[in-house]
């Protein structure tokens, strides 16, 4: 199906664990985007990525890296899992130039670090 | 600082009775500002888009409009099925990489009863 998918919808570890979190989009979407929400906090971006090969933080980068060698796929790792890093991660893409266009977001990973 | 506030957090409605959500921002270098609808488990999904004070956009019973500084969403004899958290995103310049930046309010949560 075409869209924008993540993988695991759910996921539990624990604490000093490397996690990678995985999105993947079939629309050859620029721009993409990873965000963690938590309650009282709304949405806050953890990095974005313009192209393949070309990423830059967000608002709360500390303790993630991204890459991404395709198009179609930017992986999320969590290097070593703390607590504070539970949460639920969206991932979401834009067409082009992300000021004027909408972003579409996947389903969720909702992550459990313990 | 920049800032993106929604009121109400909650708000129950009869079905049928019309009202509003508010959307106050303060930021610098405004580039657009966009609403989602947001199920419980789900990823936000694409209202609105509204770049220039006295915009208006309507889709179904639901209609945004913006001023310099403030979005307004206004439901219209809601129905149970509109039930869902509102979220209000703005996207801005970034002082200092030349980019932009989004910054997320922390949403509206909408009940509707029959």
């Known amino acids: 199906d075409a869209g924008i998918t993540q993988s695991p919808r759910y996921k539990i570890t624990e604490t000093g664990r490397q996690v990678t979190l995985m999105c993947h989009q079939t629309w050859s979407h620029s721009y993409m985007f990873w965000y963690r929400q938590d309650l009282g906090h709304g949405l806050r971006l953890i990095y974005y990525?313009?192209?393949?090969?070309?990423?830059d933080k967000g608002e709360v980068p500390d303790g993630y890296v991204v890459s991404r060698s395709k198009t179609e796929n930017f992986p999320l790792t969590l290097e070593s899992a703390t607590r504070s890093q539970t949460s639920v991660y969206f991932c979401?893409?834009?067409?082009?130039?992300?000021?004027?266009?909408?972003?579409?977001f996947g389903p969720g990973t909702r992550l459990t670090v313990l | 600082e920049d800032q993106v506030t929604q009121s109400p957090e909650a708000l129950r409605l009869q079905e049928g009775e019309s009202s509003s959500l508010n959307c106050s921002y303060t930021?610098?270098?405004?580039?657009?500002l966009f609403w989602y609808r947001q199920d419980p488990g789900k990823g936000p999904e694409f209202l609105f888009t509204?770049?220039?004070a006295g915009e208006e956009k309507e889709k179904e019973r639901l209609k945004a409009t913006l001023t310099k500084k403030e979005s307004f969403l206004h439901i219209t004899a809601p129905k149970p099925e509109d039930s869902a958290t509102y979220l209000c995103a703005v996207q801005a310049d970034h002082p200092h990489t030349g980019g932009f930046k989004t910054i997320f309010g922390a949403g509206t949560r909408l009940f509707v009863k029959a």
């Open positions: 979401a893409s834009s067409p082009r130039d992300a000021s004027t266009d909408t972003q579409y």
């Open positions: 930021v610098s270098g405004l580039r657009g």
């Open positions: 509204l770049y220039s």
């Open positions: 990525s313009a192209a393949a090969d070309i990423t």
